[in-house]
């Protein structure tokens, strides 16, 4: 066993204090953020504690796997669709699999002890390490003088003795050591993964139930814009500002439309499934009740284009149609996910 570990980084304290104070007892760190299809914690926040902590830092990719891991989860659902044991499973074996690639031998988290209901309860804290096959490779400095003893503290590469005994929700012992550690930059809590979000739960339902097969570019796109189920098949997106409308513009592909104001400001539109006569006209009545009457020109029109493979060089077809008639909001309301 070496004096190495992967340290799992997410940009927060408890994962910057759990390196810190092992980085302290002359542990080797190599800081891990595993970046998922919507920015779940903040990569670049990741980067930067890294950077303070002077430890090397790797970002891996969460794959078409994970997807899998959200939709069939063997633990179950948290409060939305975070199926956080299973989820924490697939993390730690991503983390296993770059400690064998770099020589580590155990693990380095955050995790404090009754922080949060679902995954780091007793009784799930050891199960996800045992189901990742990392069974007492697991450090949580934090918490770990109220969990049993690792392997690595066993064998005397890091003293127990300098560990802390942490738990619960509260944050103040981790504001104290933050103090005590010269770490004074540090983002609140908060926010976190979207999977624990409602809103963006329903659409993840919304997805899952609609489609056998969902890629990560479909789950990428649930974090923008409105989202409207026309019908089982179809789904249209809106788009809430400037840079959500420029980006939704980068998702036009085969089976796709992509409908834009034509010389006036309001919001696009992509339609995502087999587009019909009502799905396309909704598509044109969803800009029109997304802008602003004062800015709607005379007779305003809308430019809809039809998604080409992309990299081929081919412009897409482009129509030029009307925008006549609006929707009422109660109408919306039924279709919005
Ligand atoms: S909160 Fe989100 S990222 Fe964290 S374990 Fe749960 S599902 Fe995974």
């Known amino acids: 066993m070496t004096k190495k570990g992967v340290a799992m980084i997410s940009g927060g304290l408890d994962s910057t204090l759990a390196a810190k104070i092992l980085l302290e007892q002359g542990v080797e760190l190599c800081g891990l953020y595993l970046s ?137 012992e981790q504001m104290e050591l933050a103090v005590r550690y010269g770490i004074l930059e540090y983002p609140n809590p908060a926010g976190g993964c979207l999977l624990t979000d409602r809103e963006f739960g329903n659409r993840v339902r919304d997805l899952f139930e609609s489609q056998e097969e969902v890629d990560l570019e479909e789950m990428e796109l649930l974090q ?60 044109l009545r969803l800009i029109l009740h997304y802008t602003k009457k004062q800015k709607l020109p005379p007779e305003p029109k809308v430019i809809c284009r039809v998604g080409v493979p992309r990299g081929e060089g081919q412009r897409p077809m482009e129509e030029v149609l009307a925008l006549d008639e609006g929707i009422e909001a109660t109408q919306l309301e039924a279709m919005r996910i």
């Open 36 to 172: 998922a299809p919507w920015g779940c914690c903040d990569k670049t926040k990741a980067m930067k504690v890294a950077a303070q902590l002077g430890i090397e830092f790797m970002v891996v990719k969460m794959t078409q796997e994970y997807i899998g891991v959200i939709r069939n989860p063997k633990y179950g659902y948290g409060s939305s669709m975070n199926p956080c044991i299973d989820c924490r499973i697939y993390m730690f074996k991503k983390a296993k699999d770059l400690m064998a690639e770099i020589g580590a031998s155990f693990l380095v988290t955050g995790e404090v002890l009754g922080q949060r209901p679902m995954s780091q309860m007793r009784h799930s804290l050891l199960l996800i390490e045992r189901q990742a096959g990392l069974d007492r490779l697991v450090v949580r400095p934090l918490s770990a003088k109220v969990l049993p003893p690792t392997l690595p503290e066993e064998q005397g590469l890091i003293d127990r003795q300098r560990l802390y005994g942490i738990t619960g929700r509260s944050r103040k």
């Open 224 to 283: 923008l814009g409105r989202h409207f189920r026309a019908n089982p098949l179809t789904k249209l997106i809106v788009g809430r500002n400037e840079e959500e409308n420029a980006t939704l513009a980068e998702y036009l592909a085969p089976g796709r439309l992509f409908f834009v104001p034509d010389r006036f400001p309001g919001p696009v539109v992509l339609l995502i499934g087999p587009p019909d006569e009502e799905t396309r006209r909704l598509a």
